[in-house]
Each structure stands twice: as structure tokens, then as C-alpha cells.
């Protein structure tokens, strides 16, 4: 089996319904997606030592406003660009591809799936973590930058990503 480099940029599709149908099952160029870098076991030791050391010395609730500044700043580390996502303006439609702007304007499933996606990789589903596999072809239509680079990531994943399904 060959596994991504973790510092190759990823295409995770969240599995949202918009207008009643499954993101995934969307045209490629009206998908919503995301590129990101996948996150090191070290770089999540770290944030858990920062945070049990601030934790020994500061109240509850200090502690949570802890702990969620450090995954932020973690989440936000990871995110490369979101994709054909707009949001409703006065002079029209306007995209939302920055990460703190995204936090500010998206529903607050659609963040918190991000963070988990981020965070907790291990809690997806099947089909979610289908998603971390660098496709062969990107939902823009361009080759990922890890088949581009290396020449290794050649997989299904655009298939898995309309159909919602893992295979193996």
C-alpha cells in the first residue's frame, strides 16, 4: 500500500445536502471541498502537552478557551483553500476561500465537521476518510499536487467522492 506523504496537500469533500442532495453527488466544479495538510502525530502530541501544562495551573474555563485557541490555531495551520463555497453579499455572490472567514460565515456543522477532519481523523466514516486519499484527478479537474509531484497517488477517489462509498 502506498500512503501519502503527510505534507501532500488533500482533498477532503464533506458529505453536506444542499438543496436536498449529497454534496459528494454534485457536478465536480459546484462540489464543495478542501484542500489540507494532514496533521502529524508530534504536532498533535504537542498541542496535548501545551495545553496539560497550561491546564495545571489555570481554572476551567480558562481551560477550554485553551484548548480551543490551540486547536484553532492547529486547524488553521492545516487548511490550504477551500473550494466553491459562496456566501450571499450585497454586490453578490461572494466565495469564501480563507480559513478565518470560512470559521466566521459557514454553519457551525460545516466548521465542526472541518475540525474533526483535522482533529480526529480517525472518527470519519468509511467514505470520509476515502476522501484523504489524493485523487488522481482533483474535483477542479487538475491532477492533485501529490500525483503531480510523485507520481504515486493513483486512486478511485474522485469515484468514491460521487458515489459516498469506500472500496478497498
Known sequence: MIVP?????????????????SNRLLPAEEMIYFEVRGVRLAEKEAVDREFVVYAQTHNPE???????????????????????YFVSAPEGPRAVTEFD????????ELVAWFFDVILWGERLSAAERANFLPPAASPSGSASREAATSGSAKSAARTKKKTGTATT
Not at 506523504?5 to 442532495?21: K, M, R, T, W, Y
Not at 480558562?62 to 466553491?84: C, Q, T
Request: net charge positive.
Open 5 to 21: 506523504d503527510i505534507n501532500s496537500i488533500h482533498e477532503v469533500a464533506p458529505n453536506l445536502f444542499i438543496g436536498g442532495q
Open 62 to 84: 480558562e481551560r477550554v478557551k485553551e484548548r480551543a485557541r490551540l486547536d484553532y490555531d492547529l486547524a488553521r495551520k492545516k487548511f490550504v483553500k477551500l473550494h466553491n
Open 101 to 108: 472567514d470560512f470559521c466566521r460565515v459557514a454553519p457551525p
